[in-house]
Structure formats: C-alpha cells, structure tokens
C-alpha cells in the first residue's frame, strides 16, 4: 500500500512539474479536502495554470460561476483538473454538486 501511495505522490509531482513547463513555469495547486477548497482565494500571474486535486472521498466538479470559461469533469478522489489562465480578472467558481462550497482565482 505505501509503494502505491509513493507511486501516485510521484505521479501527482509529474503532473504538476509538467504543467508548470507548459505554463512558463507558473503552477499553482488548489485542494479539495473535507468539502472546501484550499486555498479559499488564490492569486496567480497571467499565464498561469492552477490545478485542482481532490482529496475527498467523493467527487467534486470545479466550474466557473459564468458556466462558460471552465469547467471540469466530475472529480474523483485522487483527480485533476488544470485549467491555464490567459487574461487578468477575478474568477469565481464552485463546486456543481455542493454548490455551497465556492472559491475564487485573482489573476493579475
């Protein structure tokens, strides 16, 4: 069970390294966990590409309040979701199947 653990840190480091090369080196991780996402309010640069994991026992599904600029599919424990922000602005987004639990991206 520890080696599996291992396997999926490292995969999960893989990713996250992968999609900071793609984003200019610009990454940021936000966690669902205990039916929140942490951190609340993140800021990143123009350019940059968050990712999403969700460490819940259930799924979760990551969409922007406008329906439209992005949107995930449904999340299962241990999935990702990454999605590259290209304009300044502030975006808001919640989780479609607990629509209570809410965060928000400041892009500057």
């Not at 080196?25 to 999403?52: C, R, Y």
């Not at 979760?60 to 990702?80: E, I, Q």
Request: charged share 15%; hydrophobic share 50%; with cysteine.
């Amino acid at each position: 069970m520890l080696r599996l653990m291992s396997l999926f840190a490292a995969l999960g480091l893989v990713t996250v390294l992968a999609v900071a090369a793609k984003s200019g080196g610009q990454a940021a991780q936000i966690t669902i966990d205990n039916f929140a996402f942490s951190p609340a309010t993140l800021e990143a640069p123009i350019g940059a590409t968050v990712v999403w994991v969700n460490n819940d026992d259930i799924p979760h599904k990551v969409v922007a309040d406008d329906h439209t600029t992005f949107s995930s599919k449904a999340l299962d424990t241990g999935d990702r979701y990454a999605f590259t922000f290209t304009r300044a602005g502030v975006y808001s987004y919640f989780c479609s199947i607990h629509p209570k639990m809410v965060g928000k991206v400041v892009v500057k």
